[in-house]
Every structure is written in C-alpha cells, then in structure tokens.
T-cell receptor, first 111, second 113 residues
Framework: GIQVEQSPPDLILQEGANSTLRCNFS?????LQWFHQNPWGQLINLFY???GTKQNGRLSATTVATERYSLLYISSSQTTDSGVYFC?????????????FGSGTQLTVLP | KAGVTQTPRYLIKTRGQQVTLSCSPI?????VSWYQQTPGQGLQFLFE???????NKGNFPGRFSGRQFSNSRSEMNVSTLELGDSALYLC????????????FGPGTRLTVL
C-alpha cells in the first residue's frame, strides 16, 4: 500500500518561531489533508490540498503532487499550536478508498 | 451546520463484552468512514459506508462490524472485546466519497479492562 512519511517526528519551538512540517507519499493521490489533533483527540481540518498552495491565517500548505510531497508552514507559532499534526492521503487509483495517515509530527510550542 | 457527532464519548468495558458506537455525519454527507487510533499502530482505517452499503473494509478481524442507516447515521460494533481493542475510535464524514474532504468527529475513547 501507499507509504506516508512525516518529518520531523518531534519539534520544539519557542513562541513566535516559524516551522515547516513535511509529508512524503509514495504514490499518486487525489486527496491530501492536513489535520491538527487537539488534546482531546479530535482531528481538526487544516487543509484539503491534493495539489497547489493554500493559506489560512498563520498557516499555509503546499502540495507538489508530481514530486509526491506536501509542506505545512506555521508562522509566528503560539502555544495553542501545540499538538500532533497529521498528513493523510488517498490513492488516486485502485480499490483502496481510505485515508492513509502518516505517523504525525508532535509540535510543542514553549512560552 | 453541525459537525460530526459521536456517542458515547467514553466507554469502559471488560473483556468478552460487546460494544456499539454511533456516528452522525454532517447534514448532507453520505459517506461515513471509521478509524481506530492506538499509540502503537497509529490511525488505521476500519470501513467506509455509503448509501447503507459497505464499500471498503480495512484489515481488521470480523469482530469489527458496522452498518449505515437510511439517514446516513452509522454504527460500529465490536464483539468479544479484547484488551487490544482499547483505542480512540474516530468517525469521518464526507459528501459522497473519501476523495472529498473528510471531517472527523470528536471520537469515542474505549477502554477494555
């Protein structure tokens, strides 16, 4: 099946710093989403971005589908940005119609 | 528009029992998927339903089953619970296909003693 690798696995920042999270995937996809898992476990949608670039406030994301990677940028980080960030993809072909998740990036923002 | 809701939020069961979890999708969404999250295995796909039909199933034993009702609400059932079934169970809804943007509920945290 498709492989999804996220890096780095852990990231510790001071408040106000910028960061880049990366997601590599091994096959063509027609769905790529970024999520933030809050402390209670809910996955919060950040971006639906199978290709291209999107921005939402301090967050932006870019997916280069031809090179099979996506980047999530967090600028001017805040303590509330702490948590686990997941990338999830869905294969463009085949019968497997489910999101495959990476193992996540644990982000800690220190005050 | 209300988000995806899941009930109950927390459950404690003992080995051998069975459990039923419920998921109500966003209004108008017809595809419902279920995922299991554990510290060791991460997020894994269980199954997906559309128009009361299971369209796709992950690699889980037959003790895990589900169904979808005509109003798109879905339930999943786990029979003969094992300690390893302790997990966060997440439900996601999308318009017609997992290829559309998926939205997750708050999850049901199941503890098996």
């Amino acid at each position: 099946g498709i492989q999804v690798e996220q890096s780095p696995p852990d990231l510790i920042l001071q408040e106000g710093a910028n960061s880049t999270l990366r997601c590599n995937f091994s096959d063509s996809v027609n769905n790529l989403q970024w999520f933030h898992q809050n402390p209670w476990g809910q996955l919060i949608n950040l971006f639906y971005i199978p290709s291209g670039t999107k921005q939402n406030g301090r967050l932006s994301a870019t997916t280069v589908a031809t090179e099979r990677y996506s980047l999530l940028y967090i600028s001017s980080s805040q303590t509330t940005d702490s948590g686990v960030y997941f990338c999830a993809v869905l294969l463009a072909q085949g019968s497997a119609r489910q999101l495959t998740f990476g193992s996540g990036t644990q982000l800690t923002v220190l005050p | 528009k209300a988000g995806v809701t899941q009930t109950p939020r927390y459950l404690i069961k003992t080995r051998g029992q069975q459990v039923t979890l419920s998921c109500s999708p966003i209004s108008g969404h017809r595809s419902v998927s279920w995922y299991q999250q554990t510290p060791g295995q991460g997020l894994q796909f269980l199954f997906e339903y559309f128009s009361e039909t299971q369209r796709n199933k992950g690699n889980f034993p037959g003790r895990f089953s589900g169904r979808q009702f005509s109003n798109s609400r879905s339930e999943m059932n786990v029979s003969t619970l094992e300690l390893g079934d302790s997990a966060l169970y997440l439900c996601a809804s999308s318009w017609t296909s997992p290829g559309n943007e998926q939205f997750f509920g708050p999850g049901t945290r199941l503890t098996v003693l």
